[in-house]
């Protein structure tokens, strides 16, 4: 992925409402696979 898409997919996820805390750890997840990182599953 490149910058272009990095920022992309950051500021779709910010217009879907994600905070910047959320955002950072599913990148993370993304990059380093540690589950820690994993995002939760919410109920809407």
Do not use: C, H, V
Not at 5 to 18: D, F, K
Not at 32 to 41: I, T
């Amino acid at each position: 992925m490149n910058m272009q898409e990095n920022a992309r997919l950051i500021l779709g996820l910010r217009s879907a409402g994600w905070s910047e805390k959320k955002i950072n750890d599913f990148i993370l997840f993304i990059e380093s696979g540690e589950e820690q990182y994993r995002p939760k599953a919410t109920e809407e």
